[in-house]
Each structure stands twice: as C-alpha cells, then as structure tokens.
C-alpha cells in the first residue's frame, strides 16, 4: 500500500499526459516517410542500440532498401553539442553521444543524426534544404545529408509528439516489467500498460533456448492473449494484434579501441574488464568463458572517464602485465575520446562488438517481412 501511495503522483501525472494524447489534446504529428521507433518503459539497459543496429542491418540487406537512404535519429544523451547535429564517423562521443558514434561508425553509409526534439529531428531528415535556413538547424556542422526514404527513432517512445509508422518496445527479460515499479521506487520511467500501444515487443537479453510454454507466459504477462509461435502473434485485450519476439545477446570476436592494438593480448588467459553501461553481466559472462576476469570496473551508464578512472585501470593492468583489457562497445567511443589513456594501455584495450540475434531463423523471417511490410 505505501508504494502506491509513494507513487501516486508520478503514476497520476503519466495518465494524464498519456490521456492528454490519446484524446487529441497534444498533436502527434506523422513522419513524413515511413518511420520505426525503438523504445522501452523501464530506465536503460533493455539493449536499444543493439536492436536499432539490428534494424539497420535488416533494411540495408533487403533487396527493396539497396540504394535507400536509411536515417537514425537519436537523442544523443550526454552530449555537449545542442540542437540538431549530423553525426559523423570521425567526430567524438563527446560531442554527439556515444550511441549515435557506435552506430555511425559501424554503418558510415546511412544518415545519423542528433536532436533532443524528435519532431524537429525528422523535419530536417526529410527535408534537409530546411537545416541550412532553419533557426533550430543552423548550428549543425553538417549539411549535406541526403532526404531519408525511412527514419528509426532510436529511445522515442515517450516522444508522444511523434507517431512512428511502426513501433517497438523492449522489455529485459531478466528485469519484467510486471515484476516492476515506477520510479523511484523501481526502474520504470513509463506505465506498464503502454507496452500495449506498440505493434512489435521484443523480450530481449533472452538465453538462447526458450520453450513454448515460456514464450506464452510472456506473452499473457505483458497482456498478449492467444500466443501463437507460428505467427509470433497475439491478440490484446481490446482486439489489438500485437507481434512478440525473443532475442538474445550475442559478441562478436574482440576488436583493438586504438590502432595500435596488439592481437596477440587475446591470447591472454587474465583480463580486466571496465565497463560504464547499464548491465555488464551478460559481456562478463560471455568473457568468462575464455578468461579469467581478475579486475572488474564498473561505472555509472554513460559515465565520462576520467583521469583516476584510468589511472586504476592502469594499476590493475600494471598487477598483472600479461592481461588483456577489455570494454564494451558503447565504452568505447568513449575511451577513444579520453586523452587520459595512456601509451602502454592501448596496446592491451579491446572491446566486443554486441549484436542480438532471434532465437530461431523462423522468427528472424517474420520479423523481418513484418518490418518491410510495415514500412511499405
């Protein structure tokens, strides 16, 4: 009872900003081209960026999308530059968030770009003639993007001013969001039952074998009656299919921060492990499997280091000289930017590139013509 008395006017607030847009009050604007947003209810760490790459990975190897221009928009969080900004493969994290660099520097080829308002943001992306003379858009450093044929949103689904063409919500599968409470007493930043208004939900961070009868208890969990796994459907309580999928996490081989890495550090049996995410767990289990993590670091989300910060990652690297050092992917961008590393660690500093895969190939396809379809 005291939690929902504790609660009540965070909870109270969200209802009536959600009931507000529902009935019309505030305007949801449509994108101009076909758009998806990837989003989640609960505070960080359910593996956005991952999925929204996954997204771009599936437009730029469908025969339909060769040739399209395929933007990101993100919020850029913690960035130092204001306003709508062009992401570019050889700018800083600083500058424009480590998300937004991630992803530009793993698909140079698509539009990323930057803005806090998600409204102003597709503006420019489909009308890119409008940055050069726009009050919002002149501080921009780059003006030469091509105008988008489809935009994925990436963390836009409290963004209610925009109405996405499709959207998905992710839910952790070690954290439920029916097992959870709204801040600040748990870690949902959203009502739980706005996990209904998407088309697409994604239980993500999944092990790598779930059973039918697990999907389904997911499913009627989160609302979705009526599962079926041959169609990865469901219907919702006020007749609404809802698609759900289950991904898991998954890394590709370890790759040097700074050119002058040194590959035979992998062949290490110690590893120090720094990471500055919103859960490192499933990267440390992974690295368990061939290490021996003898020093783990771990920062706040997005955390900026400093020159303590390497400092002791120094020492611990200096205790055991034959050890590889290791981060995640997003922490990278941010370490390339920190002047603070010093000479005898970059040789030993790799990271591992994160992606997520479906638990079946059957899913993956279904997914993906869903997808297509939707932007069609």
Request: glycine share 6%; aromatic share 10%.
């Amino acid at each position: 009872m005291i939690d929902k008395i504790l609660l009540f006017p965070y909870w109270l607030t969200l209802k009536c900003r959600h009931f507000l847009y529902n009935t019309g009050l505030f305007k949801s604007h449509s994108t101009e081209v076909p758009s998806i947003c990837v989003g989640n209810v609960t505070v960080g760490g359910t593996g956005k960026t991952p999925h929204t790459e996954m997204l771009v990975r599936t437009l730029l190897e469908e025969d339909e999308w060769m040739g399209r221009n395929i933007a990101v928009l993100s919020r850029g969080y913690k960035r130092q530059s204001k306003g709508f900004q062009q992401v570019t493969a050889d700018g800083s994290a600083e500058f424009y968030g480590d998300e937004p660099m991630q992803i530009k520097r793993k698909f140079p080829q698509i539009t990323v770009c930057v803005d806090k308002s998600r409204k102003n943001g597709c503006r420019f992306l489909c009308n890119p003639e409008l940055v050069h003379t726009s009050k919002k858009g002149r501080k921009c450093r780059e003006k030469d993007f091509p105008k988008a044929d489809a935009i994925i949103l990436d963390d836009a689904f409290q963004h209610r001013a925009i109405k996405p063409t499709l959207s998905i919500v992710l839910v952790d599968y070690n954290r439920p969001t029916f097992k959870d409470y709204l801040l600040p007493i748990g870690r949902l930043r959203d009502l739980p039952e706005r996990i209904g208004a998407a088309d697409i939900v994604i239980v993500t961070k999944c092990p790598t074998y779930i059973d039918e009868a697990e999907k389904r208890r997911w499913a009627e969990n989160l609302g979705i009656r009526e599962y079926d796994q041959q169609s990865c459907c469901g219907t919702r309580k006020n007749g609404k299919k809802q698609h759900i999928f289950f991904t898991c996490i998954a890394y590709d081989t370890a790759k040097a921060v700074f050119p002058e890495g040194d590959s035979r550090y992998l062949y290490a049996k110690r590893l120090i492990l720094f990471s500055g995410i919103a859960n490192d767990t499933p990267l440390r289990n992974y690295l368990c499997g061939d290490y021996k993590i003898v020093k783990h670091f771990n920062f706040p989300d997005h955390h900026r280091f400093s020159r303590a910060d390497m400092l002791s990652i120094r020492d611990a690297a200096d205790a055991y000289p034959t050890s590889v050092v290791m981060t995640t992917e997003k922490d990278c961008q941010r370490v390339r930017d920190c002047r603070y590393v010093t000479g005898g660690l970059k040789p030993r500093m790799f990271h591992a590139p994160i992606k997520v895969e479906f638990l079946c190939d059957e899913d993956r396809n279904i997914f993906k013509s869903t997808v297509i379809s939707a932007l069609r």
